[in-house]
């Protein structure tokens, strides 16, 4: 509480301290701002985080998500260096006396072949920059680990790096510095990912041929951002190439994409169009068994992004991405699926106030059920929807600030469950549970102050608001969890208001241009969660929002760590340390029945949890080989009334020690191996310690919550790639990739379960379920 | 809804692999256990007093003898005699049943303490059922299946049932974890029409239904409680529990007092029966 309320006056006190300091100290001086966009020339793409940089007077500013950069000296004489890693760098010079906008393309650096191309931001901006805690992904990177199934996964690939861990094996599910799967805010152009997965989690809905930036903030998480409490995963498509047409496809064992993009007017608009589906159904229908191929299993997906610039002040984007899962056969059938829209305008008011406009749609839903014709035909169908609105904009004050500021809205609409029975002869009544509504709003204001040349401070705070719409039902429950009555809610009421300040602050102290210290502390707000009981995650798992029986969960986490590089830049390092705290943390009771049922907030139990942990990076890019080296130790502990006696008790994944090596070789030009290597403690479980026998049945008694362990999960991963001769001349190319998942097949525990010998039933043995041996997989990739 | 998950999982199960692997869970301290019930049937109805043991043990749990057992509903207070041949095993007389709508209180006390209690008590109310109009049994082809239905009202109040099933007067549901559960939210108040509430194995033969069988349905009008209690136990003993479906193992509740475990149930029973015709 103290810490909060430090962070909220340092907060006021910084940022009054520069708008007097700009009254006081910049009226007399008039400067003028050079400002623009900074895109690739070969695709038209915006280039996000470029560096822009004054020689003269060494001080620089980097590109925005948009690739908007503004800069405001006074007038003189200046070049400048406009710097992306893996293009030209280019430098022009000014003559500043008005106002300039200069947009400008960047050529890709000729390829040195046998060096690994990474593409991104300032080679030291791991020190030199304000962030910590966020791990930024290059789409490059992702492709080369090598893959389950071949299927190139950006989820999967940030469990490989400090800080984030698997839930359970497969499951796109991630823990992010002990946070639940529900904590993380996943984002695919401005509009919220419900459920990142497909088939029950072992593949993640975001296709990487449509992706142009990945970034995941892992703790930091800016001002702007809120209603999660671990992370931000920020996924930016590509706008589409607006030069020519081109495209990238693959072809592999378990699924094929396509994605095609290009102009719609040359260097003014263009569209990208991207889409994949899973084909295992094939090979079922091709069976002659009439059990086997009539059932259909699959999953697909599918992007589509237009924009235009309809001039140098203002562009619009709007995308969109569908993609569902289905699994039926005549008997049965379960589905599920993400829908979501933005519309964004950018608009520049001036030239250091760039703002953003969006209008957003998200929508995600799943049905179950046996067709009609039977006495037990039923369909069970649930959904959430978003729809809501944002506005943000960065005003580049001055060389020293850049400020940025917005507000958003966001009305929730929860549709939990509904099941009824169809046709004339089924028994099944209507059975719902209660529709419920949100408006979650914030308004937020941030500056990203530089003080000399050795320390940038960042700070920002964000005040977010939540309340309940009606038509709804409340019920109220007495202390022992029953159900007492229940209060019912107008159509449009609001009721049951929760709002609090959330402040986020932190700084960089430079010491050389090779290494830094940077500390953050940050409190975030959650106002609607996940009834997730199971321990993998599945589709059927429930958003619900806060209301008067749930309180939002409020976190505050503190940073701090050491980023230091050596050899000109090629190995980076880090070690960061962190700490969180949650309050009203929530778990759910012992023998929790969360489908289906009306009274499931009598299930909910709240307490606290706390996270701690060490995380060690070590990445490398020398020559032909790149990767990285990831180690995190960490505990994430909960103490929740009513559960296991109100005794501290570990997650299901915790895991204290998380080991990744990724490591890639280019042997020659058109051969690249990689191998992928994980080791983590094995998932918290609970396991029968005695027995006894009640009703002729073996009936086991249980330890403490999570009070064992499965064995430790290793898994090596590896993968050869044979790609077309690079030729410069060629627009198309092709790769060839071979990959083994669990190259030494080793049986790793999904679930231990107790089971009676069969003819013997005083005994019982344990038994393990394995997901996967070995699985390899072919997959050829083709551009155009 | 458990019947929903349990089809998923098992399908899902065809999928994996499966091996026996060596997990020691050590020990816990010595639990005591009930196993009583109650119902509206004249006959002798009985109290079984064990301790728990470790959980790799293959021998029976030990009974308990020379225990005092009494049952009290409010009216009468009786004591429980042990039956010689079956140590542990404590019965009423054989004239003995449970009246609808009184409480019954069980108490107990053992000759040795466990944990640190010589005494446990339980209480349970003895809820009114409604009577079986009739069943019918029906052989479903898709499933290979015989389906018992039942033809019953359920009456307007939050009712909870529980089945068990005999076939030729032997018991079918001779395992607590075979017997039908249900609670009325599905039709509650109404007329179930043919609503199924057993499945004879098809993999079993002592469960295939012949022509001739006399299939005898007993139903139980149980608390909530006991409901309850049946669910959870089914549940942990479910030996196909994955990460998707379930949430962590748990202890089962108990209507025992002071550290007890297992449950004392008394309920209200009505009995209908049909001859398989095919």
């Not at chain 1, 948009?66 to 010079?93: A, R």
Request: aromatic residues 14%.
């Amino acid at each position: 509480m103290k810490i909060y309320i430090t962070a909220i006056s340092i907060f006021c006190f910084l940022f009054v301290n520069i708008t007097i300091t700009k009254a006081v100290g910049e009226e007399n001086i008039k400067k003028f701002t050079i400002s623009g966009h900074v895109q690739d020339k070969s695709s038209g793409e915006d280039l996000i985080g470029a560096t822009i940089y004054v020689k003269e007077l060494k001080i620089g500013t980097t590109s925005n998500i948009y690739g908007f950069y503004s800069i405001s000296l006074i007038p003189g004489t200046y070049t400048i260096q406009y710097s992306y890693i893996g293009f030209k760098k280019i430098e022009k010079t000014f003559e500043l006396i008005e106002n300039v906008t200069y947009n400008i393309e960047l050529a890709p650096s000729e390829q040195k072949l046998d060096e690994v191309v990474i593409t991104g931001e300032a080679i030291n901006k791991n020190v030199t920059s304000a962030e910590m805690s966020t791990i930024k992904m290059d789409i490059k990177t992702i492709r080369q680990i090598p893959a389950l199934m071949g299927e190139v996964d950006i989820i999967k690939a940030m469990q490989l790096l400090p800080g984030v861990q698997t839930i359970s094996e497969g499951s796109s599910g991630f823990s992010v510095r002990g946070g639940s799967m529900d904590q993380n805010l996943i984002q695919l152009d401005e509009a919220t990912v419900y459920n990142a997965s497909h088939l029950m989690g072992f593949f993640s809905v975001f296709n990487n041929d449509a992706i142009k930036d990945v970034k995941l903030y892992k703790g930091d998480i800016p001002a702007s951002s809120g209603g999660r409490l671990s992370s931000l995963l920020d996924v930016r498509m590509k706008d589409g190439n607006t030069k020519r047409f081109s495209g990238t496809g693959g072809i592999g064992t378990i699924s094929s994409r396509l994605t095609l993009e290009g102009p719609i007017v040359k260097d003014k608009a263009s569209f990208i169009v991207s889409g994949r589906r899973t084909y295992a159904d094939i090979f079922l229908k091709l069976n002659s068994d009439p059990d086997i191929n009539n059932n259909s299993l699959y999953f697909y997906d599918f992007n589509a992004k237009l924009n235009y610039n309809i001039n140098d002040n203002n562009r619009i984007y709007i995308s969109g991405y569908f993609g569902k899962d289905v699994f039926k056969n005549p008997d049965f059938k379960i589905g599920w699926g993400n829908q979501t829209f933005s519309f964004r305008w950018n608009h520049l008011f001036s030239k250091k106030l760039f703002s953003n406009f969006t209008f957003l749609y998200s929508k995600f839903d799943y049905e179950l059920g046996v067709p009609e014709g039977d006495v037990n035909s039923f369909s069970w169908i649930a959904n959430l929807k978003d729809y809501g609105g944002k506005a943000d904009f960065n005003y580049y004050l001055n060389t020293n600030n850049t400020l940025r500021f917005g507000l958003s809205s966001t009305f929730h609409n929860f549709v939990p469950g509904t099941a009824r029975g169809l046709g004339d002869e089924a028994f099944l009544t209507e059975y719902s549970v209660e529709n419920n509504n949100g408006l979650e709003s914030a308004i937020y204001v941030g500056n990203e102050q530089k003080i000399g040349s050795m320390i940038v401070v960042k700070y920002g705070l964000r005040f977010s608001h939540f309340v309940n719409v009606g038509k709804s039902t409340i019920y109220n429950y007495d202390d022992e969890y029953e159900m007492v009555d229940s209060t019912v809610y107008e159509k449009g009421e609001f009721f049951s208001p929760y709002y609090g300040f959330e402040p986020r602050i932190g700084a960089t102290f430079i010491i050389n241009e090779k290494s830094s210290i940077k500390a953050n502390y940050s409190r975030t707000r959650q106002y609607i969660h996940l009834a997730q009981n199971s321990t993998a995650g599945t589709p059927l798992d429930i958003w619900f929002p806060s209301t008067p029986n749930v309180n939002p969960q409020i976190a505050d986490q503190y940073a701090i760590g050491y980023f230091r590089n050596f050899r000109t830049n090629t190995i980076e390092t880090s070690v960061e340390a962190y700490y969180k705290h949650i309050q009203n943390a929530i778990d759910f009771k012992d023998h929790a029945e969360l489908l289906l049922n009306q009274l499931f907030e009598g299930e909910l139990r709240n307490g606290e949890a706390w996270a701690y942990g060490l995380e060690f990076l070590v990445k490398y890019n020398i020559k032909k080989i790149s990767g990285w080296v990831s180690y995190t130790l960490s505990r994430t502990e909960r103490r929740i009334i009513g559960i296991n006696d109100d005794q501290i008790y570990p997650a299901t994944y915790d895991k204290p020690h998380d080991f990744s090596i990724v490591f890639n070789y280019n042997v020659i030009p058109r051969i690249s191996v990689g191998a992928t290597w994980v080791f983590t403690t094995g998932s918290a479980v609970t396991f029968p310690t005695g027995r006894y026998i009640y009703g002729n049945k073996i009936t086991p008694i249980y330890s403490e919550r999570n009070g064992y362990r499965l064995p430790n999960y290793h898994r090596l991963d590896v993968s050869v790639t044979l790609r077309s001769k690079p030729d410069p001349t060629k627009k198309w190319g092709w790769d060839l990739n071979f990959s083994a998942y669990n190259a030494y097949a080793r049986k790793n525990p999904w679930v231990i379960n107790f089971k009676q010998v069969p003819g013997n039933p005083n005994e019982t043995y344990a038994e393990m379920t394995y997901l996967f041996s070995i699985v390899p997989a072919i997959t050829f990739n083709f551009k155009f | 809804m458990r019947y929903i998950a349990t089809i998923i999982t098992i399908v899902l199960f065809i999928a994996s692999c499966t091996e026996k692997i060596d997990i020691d869970v050590g020990t816990t301290y010595e639990r005591f256990i009930v196993e009583g019930t109650l119902t509206t049937d004249t006959m002798k109805h009985g109290v079984k007093l064990i301790k728990s043991i470790d959980y790799y043990a293959i021998e029976q749990p030990p009974t308990i003898s020379n225990a005092i057992v009494t049952i009290d509903d409010g009216v009468n207070k009786i004591t429980l005699e042990e039956n010689k041949e079956e140590p542990g095993n404590y019965e009423t007389d054989e004239n003995y049943f449970g009246v609808a709508g009184r409480t019954y209180l069980l108490e107990i006390e053992i000759p040795e303490a466990i944990n640190g209690y010589k005494t446990f008590s339980a209480t349970s109310e003895l809820k009114p059922v409604a009577p079986i109009d009739s069943i019918r049994v029906e052989y479903i082809e898709k499933w290979a299946v015989w389906e018992l239905q039942i033809y019953a009202w359920d009456p307007p109040t939050e009712d909870f049932y529980s089945f068990e099933v005999f076939k030729n007067n032997i018991e079918i549901t001779d395992t607590i974890t075979k017997r039908g559960i249900s609670d009325d939210r599905f039709f509650n108040g109404n007329y179930t029409f043919g609503v199924p509430v057993y499945y004879f194995s098809s993999g079993y033969e002592p469960e295939f239904v012949y022509p001739g069988d006399t299939i005898t349905l007993k139903m139980g009008g149980i608390t909530k409680d006991y409901y309850n209690f049946i669910i959870e136990l089914m549940d942990q003993t479910f030996e196909y529990r994955n990460p998707l479906f379930s949430g962590p193992p748990a202890n089962i509740r108990t209507n025992i007092s002071n550290g007890g475990l297992g449950f004392f149930a008394a309920y209200s029973t009505s009995y209908s029966s049909v001859v398989y015709q095919e």
